[in-house]
C-alpha cells in the first residue's frame, strides 16, 4: 500500500515554464485539478512531498494552501536525499510513489515501487514509468497519478467520498 507520493514540481505540479514578472518575482501556475487529487490522496492516508531541485516561494505557498507534509526545495541529489528519508522515516520501496517528468528524476524513480509521469514526459521517463498520466504537467497530470494510486488500491471511491462528500461511481 502506498503511504507516501513524491512529486517533482517543474513539468509536473507546472507545465515547466518558468515566469518572471515585472519585479522578478518567479510565477508558476498549478492545476486545481492536481490539487483536488492530492486532497483525496492525503483523505485516504497518503502523505505528500514536494521533492524539487529549484526554490520558489511559489511552491512553498501552494505546499501551505494544500496542507502538504513534506516540502523540499533545492536537493541536489533527489536519489540521496530520498535514501536518507527512507531510511529515517521507515519506508520499504513498495510504500512510496513518484511523479516526475524529466531525467532529473529517473534516480529518483528508481528507488519506488510505483513511479507515474505527465503524458509529455521525457522519452526516458516513460520508458521507466509504470502509468503514463494522460494529462500534461501542470494541467492534472498529478491528479491523474493519485487517481490511478488509489484506483489499484481500491481505494478511490472512499477517498473522493472522504474528501469531498460524493461518489463518482468507481464500483458502484
Avoid at 513524491?6 to 518558468?18: H, N, R
Avoid at 483536488?36 to 502523505?47: F, S, T
Avoid at 535514501?83 to 520501496?93: A, M, Q, T, V
Amino acid at each position: 500500500m502506498i503511504k507516501l507520493l513524491i512529486l517533482d514540481v517543474d513539468g509536473t505540479l507546472t507545465d515547466g515554464g518558468i515566469y518572471y514578472d515585472a519585479t522578478g518575482n518567479e510565477l508558476k501556475k498549478f492545476s486545481v485539478k492536481d490539487g483536488a487529487g492530492l486532497v483525496a490522496l492525503r483523505r485516504a492516508g497518503v502523505q505528500v512531498m514536494i521533492c524539487t531541485g529549484r526554490e520558489c516561494e511559489a511552491v512553498r505557498r501552494r505546499a501551505a494552501d494544500l496542507h502538504l507534509e513534506y516540502v523540499y526545495q533545492n536537493v541536489g541529489s533527489k536519489a540521496a536525499f530520498l535514501r536518507d528519508f527512507f531510511k529515517e522515516h521507515g519506508l520499504s520501496r513498495e510504500e512510496v510513489a513518484y511523479c516526475g517528468d524529466d531525467w532529473n528524476d529517473l534516480a529518483a524513480m528508481a528507488l519506488c515501487g510505483f513511479v507515474a509521469c505527465p503524458a509529455d514526459a521525457a522519452a526516458a521517463v516513460k520508458a521507466r514509468a509504470d502509468y503514463v498520466c494522460p494529462q500534461k504537467g501542470g494541467e492534472g497530470a498529478v491528479r491523474g497519478a493519485a487517481e490511478e494510486i488509489l484506483r489499484r488500491e481500491g481505494r478511490l471511491e472512499d477517498a473522493v467520498q472522504a474528501a469531498f462528500g460524493c461518489h463518482i461511481g468507481e464500483g458502484r
